[in-house]
């Protein structure tokens, strides 16, 4: 596919999840995490507009100079930014503003791509193209959450059907020893991946079938979330302080557990895999069943052999750089590493994830405390 | 006019204040002082569904249960509440949805309204119209805010023309003596006003005029948001921990103040009065001044014999009860009373304040920190 | 007495007080509003000091400049302030530093007592020592409070006797008219007690007797903390969001009730006047007595025919100026004017009050959520 | 030495420590990461009541249960505890009673360590001193905080001497290989040191001297503090929000850099290693000089080349369990286990540490945005 037709079905998949959406949904910011649905259709068409049609196209008119410091998000080098909790604050730009801007960049997009473009240029595409993949997960993500906080819990979609993996129930043995991590090849990849670098790793068992629903739930009603015993000493404060009782998106109606879906409320599914935990439950379920979740390694050297892509899975591994990790040079080198303290790894890809946005290699990475995204568990030992 | 027209008529203004609006202007909640105007439409409507519909209306259904919920504002005898801060962050039910419920309460209404209505039902009729433009007011001072905090800037309506009172510069000498405080006669007032009552007035002097950006802008000019001696000391504290340096909406964009209108950001018109202070700096100018500001007695007194009704004027008062001063028993008792501490008594009306609901003994109240409301000073000694 | 006389009496009276303190007791402050008593100490010392002797004795050498840094309280136009909460961070200056700095001070007055002084400094001094016994009033409480946390509930004296107030149960018949409100004569009084004026006051009666811990017990077992209606919305949310449930200082141990006093924990006393309510609660009470607390003015106007002087008594005023209150010149000035907002008027005196400090006409103030003084309810009607 | 020798020997030092205190420098808590020292004269006995004496020793009878509740820290097995930012709040138990609790459990112990114990005691008692050498390592850090938190910025001892590390400038180079971690062999080590397991490292460089106050002088000269790209994301929040632009304990004072020490304050001294750094400040130190901090992993193979031992080196790896980790059972299970997540690894020792106590496989660790402990960097490329 050519770098217009990439650009084009990208962008228009990005429309296409917000198609289901009324204006309302747009613009509120339940939490601080959370961002306007308008807010990502503006932020991603100004990562195009700051990043490529302002420094490489020649005569190109920027839309709006007000719009930097609306929708930039957390490029301190691009200039002021929005506090990101107020950004549902703002009514203004519409939604309709944001689609007019979107659409005045594309078409200029549309018109620099008539010309020849460097290598140079179509690789700052291919990463305009995965980050704008990236904020369609997230946008899934918000969409959830404001709908699912709603007292009225309206449906996102009510034809909305959530894919099945193909799974096979047992345990998967690695033999001890030397394992290469890290992306090979000349394909994209984000910094984060790289160098491709040795690792030592023990025998160890990894679960070729993630932890469902029922599984959870064992866990639950065998009192988990009122003994601190499998908590981490700030997990525990945690639970205490939100008084957390169940994954996100559970309610107990007549003492029955629902799960909010894109469908609306419904009883839960136990045969699904458990969604929307932290890390520190996913830590707190493998420590009750006496096992642990895997490291980011064990989980790379082995994901070959078994079926994932519907839950963000978890890792014991920090976030931290490979060896030889550099950052990039200007704005750009802000997208990972800046983050690289205080968060935990996830690997393989949720049901929100683009196709073929994800890979073996693909490092995600989230706060301890976090459930709002589509997060699973894998146990191993 | 009959009651049906007057509630047609009523109900039309709301409608009209919004009709300026985008669809987003609706929804958000920048401060939890602010609610989003949807709530307004809704919680107005509301009113009458619950304190007249349910209880009177044979055979009413019930629009939706769960509108009880959202609307309901602080009347905890009706059940449970959305927390106040939490308005803004939801995108249900619609724009569109809250009209249609308001269209389904008004049609009910024209019909219940077809029946001879008790005096009894009048009288909360008379209540609900007078509570609906008291949300007409703030609907105004929330639009403003929203708007007003963008930082597009954005005209809520470029043809808004402020009023302009007829002033006389000058001091107006009241006499020693015992004065006649309170609502008199059977035209509606809040419980707030009753009863009328006799209070002891020293001899006082009270400005025909309201203190105007010029005047105040003196003030700014002479350091007065620096210099602690004219500030309460709780004041002092809100200085210093807000950056206060001037009113609500100014902004001093290259050496010159302009300030923030419903036409947009505009340079500053220093003969208006000056607007959207709090107690706080109402009593500091006061202060700097050598001077005072008037009891809400002092005020009712005098008032009479002096133009009014722009601005809503701070009083030294506290928000008390009145002598003989009692609750109306259920939920329509919770109006007034439970106010009555820590909030200071303003007195007049403001140019978002609806024709013919004030009156020379309304007693309006606000916390002293707070200013997004149409505030102004006129000063004693 | 002469002034000298005077003067040691007060100091060593605020020394006695602490006597019966552990160094360790000195230190701590276990929320914002309590100071270390080591700071009271110091603060009480360094404004005879800083009032007196820098500017009067001449030759007078400093103690220490930075003392004034640790002892200053809300004097800002003295010079920078320790933070109010920090004080209990401070370890140095030690207890035996501060009582060294009291008594190098100490022996200056002396000094500088033996020569005549003006009327002028005089004036000086009587309000210093008034200044001090505001100060071993706050010392009881701040002490009762550091003991009364503590786990241990360690005893402060155990030979504290409380005195008992002979009371007569009865209501009073106040008639209709003008009454003089305010101080009158040559004799000290603060600020806030000028200038004396005329009110008009309704008919009203007024109890000559404190509610007691008995009856305020039915108001608890009725439920009185669990019924909104009783209360303003501000209180609602403080029971609310702090767990009230009873007074401070009670505890319920195996199904009865405890209070902490000075002698340690003991059995509520059913015949002795409640003590460490908050306004809000003297509120609820008398409302859910079907009656309300009494005004300032009532209360003074009355308060000659009834025995008082055992707890402060909450009134329904607000802590506002007098007609022709003004402050004085500089830092004295800073005295009371600057708390002329959002506090309420207590009236009367306190078991910990010292001999002859209070009077008719002394208006006490307080934010109305607060209870670590020793408060009461007397009822009107 | 026998068991009672060591115990007399490390008990002692804890209290030789403290005697250069003042009775209240033993109660106050500036922050909540700090404890007041007699919080831990306290603390490091309940351990022993509490998992020897109590489990035991026949016939002990408890000195207070309610020392259980004042002295307990994190050990939710063994009951309710004092919220951790409370301590600074109780006055009692006296410094006086808690060296009375402390000889009165000593006694006992030395009675105890009269019989025979067995070798599972015998563990308990090394895991006791253990725990309170750390504890003494903290009242190093806490007593510093305290006095260099005061105005009047005491000496903790004028003839406090600094030990001087003798390091060689320059740089190791290490080969790429498989490396064996973690802690061999029989003698005592905490539970987070094991298991030994290979770990595989590319080739590295690692400095042979840590960086001194002149080197990092540079970075805070050069803007550092001012440059968010030098600065993780969340470090650049900390930086802002906090507005830190030196080191702990650094004060400019009339354009001299003085640091608070034992002795006072005094002129930085430039040869000395910079200390009372973050990790934030670490690595953006590191990033500034186009370098890195070290693994754990890196330090660890290669510290037996180069001198440590005067400041907790930060290194970039998260404290995670190694390969075979398991918690022990019961409290004494809480050790380190929990506390395995958001918190950055630590190597070397300090001069705060006790002699002996440390090792090439310990692992410190503390949240990345602390700076009380006596922390250093080691440069890695
Ligand atoms: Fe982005
Ligand atoms: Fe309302
Ligand atoms: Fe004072
Ligand atoms: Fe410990």
Chains 1, 2, 3, 4 share one sequence.
């Not at 932290?278 to 707190?284: G, R």
């Not at 890809?349 to 946005?357: C, L, Y």
Request: hydrophobic share 35%.
């Amino acid at each position: 596919m050519n770098l217009a037709d990439s650009y084009k079905m990208v962008r228009r998949r990005t429309e296409d999840i917000c198609s289901h959406l009324q204006t309302e949904d747009y613009v509120v910011q339940p939490i601080g995490d959370v961002s306007p649905p308008k807010w990502h259709i503006g932020h991603t068409t100004w990562f195009f507009e700051t990043f490529i049609l302002k420094p490489y196209f020649m005569g190109y008119q920027e839309y709006d100079p007000n719009y930097n410091y609306v929708f930039n998000s957390y490029y301190e080098t691009v200039g002021a930014r929005v506090i990101r909790t107020d950004r549902g604050n703002l009514s203004r730009p519409t939604v309709l503003d944001v689609y007019r801007y979107r659409e005045y960049v594309d078409n200029a997009i549309y018109k620099f791509l008539g010309q020849d473009v460097s290598p140079e240029i179509e690789e700052l595409f291919i990463l305009g193209l995965n980050h704008e993949e990236q904020h369609q997960e997230l946008l899934y993500y918000d969409i959830k959450y404001i709908l699912g906080h709603n007292p009225l819990f309206p449906a996102y979609n009510p034809q909305y059907a959530s894919p099945v993996l193909e799974e096979q129930e047992g345990w998967l043995s690695m033999p001890e020893g030397i394992y290469e991590i890290g992306h090979q090849g000349s394909d994209f990849c984000f910094d984060n991946e790289l160098n491709r670098h040795k690792v030592y790793l023990n025998d160890y068992q990894i679960s070729t079938k993630l932890v469902t629903n029922a599984e959870y739930l064992a866990f639950v009603d065998a009192g988990g979330y009122q003994d601190f015993r499998y908590w981490h000493a700030e997990a525990w404060d945690w639970v205490k302080t939100n008084e957390v009782k169940a994954p996100l998106y559970w309610h107990n109606v007549d003492s029955e557990w629902h799960t909010y879906t894109f469908r609306g409320l419904e009883p839960l599914h136990l045969h699904d895999s458990v969604m929307h935990i932290s890390y520190y439950e996913a830590y707190a379920y493998a420590s009750w069943k006496g096992m642990r979740l895997p490291t980011e390694f064990e989980w790379e050297a082995a994901a070959s052999q078994f079926s994932w892509g519907t839950r963000w899975e978890w890792t014991e591994s920090a976030y931290l750089p490979y060896p030889g990790f550099s950052k990039a040079p200007g704005a750009i080198g802000e997208y990972n590493g800046k983050f690289m303290v205080s968060q935990k790894v996830l690997r393989g890809a949720s049901e929100a994830t683009p196709p073929g946005h994800s890979r073996l290699t693909y490092r995600n990475f989230f706060h301890p405390n976090l459930r709002w995204h589509f997060t699973g568990i894998r146990l191993a030992q």
